[in-house]
């Protein structure tokens, strides 16, 4: 994983001790190449677009790596089982992040990881949970997490389904872009430079995809739910 600047030895052995725990997270939920690590890259770098502090970053890493703990308490069968959720298993499962946000802080999370383990699930446009945030309302390391977490799951094989290719998984984000995604952390996140946890586990070859043509797409949703923020 790229380096975080300006971290101690304190903070060098938290991300140690959670990148144990998110180890055993990624088993449970059956991913074949580890899943939390590499969304804490992704978010890190996406933290860095937006010129986060060194302590913010440290903190989204964290919560990168705690974000589904809960998952490994709640140990139901259907998180893995090929098929649609019942609405029961569906409420069920929105407990997760508020087990994770536990789990966090038994595992000695500070509080801003907490609470954006809490938070990473919550939408854009106010339909996520726990706690149906919206737009600002969202800390931002919440909806760089939403976006991170999006693409790593969409982009690895999971046991119900192949992973998608990268340019699908980015014609996911922009589709529900405005929704469930902050449009500007979705541009960032299509201008990063590669790196390789960027890169997804697809099998098929794929043409690049052309990100100034997402990219003003993206815009103009920005400008069509300016009036709404």
Do not use: C
Not at 201 to 217: F, G, I, K, R, S
């Amino acid at each position: 994983m790229p380096p975080i600047e300006s971290i101690d030895s304190n903070q060098s052995d938290a991300i140690e001790v959670f990148k144990s725990l998110s180890a055993s997270a990624d088993e449970f939920e059956e991913y074949a190449n580890p899943h939390a690590a590499r969304i804490a890259a992704i978010a890190d770098q996406l933290a860095k677009s937006f010129h986060l502090g060194a302590r913010d970053r440290f903190s989204l890493r964290v919560a990168a790596l705690a974000h589904d703990l809960g998952e490994i308490v709640m140990n139901r069968d259907y998180i893995r089982r090929p098929g649609a959720l019942s609405d029961d298993e569906r409420i069920d499962l929105a407990r997760h992040p508020l087990l994770s946000e536990r789990e966090a802080a038994d595992s000695g999370a500070d509080r801003g990881a907490q609470l954006l383990v809490r938070w990473h699930h919550e939408w854009w446009n106010g339909n996520g949970y726990p706690d149906g945030l919206r737009f600002e309302q969202i800390p931002l390391g919440a909806r760089i997490l939403r976006v991170a977490d999006a693409y790593a799951s969409l982009t690895d094989a999971r046991p119900f389904r192949k992973a998608y290719s990268e340019q699908q998984a980015r014609a996911h984000l922009l589709e529900w872009t405005g929704l469930e995604f902050d449009p500007r952390v979705v541009k960032s996140l299509l201008a990063l430079d590669p790196f390789k946890e960027l890169k997804g586990y697809a099998q098929e070859p794929e043409p690049p995809p052309d990100l100034n043509v997402l990219a003003d797409e993206i815009m103009e949703r920005v400008q069509h739910l300016g009036e709404q923020v």
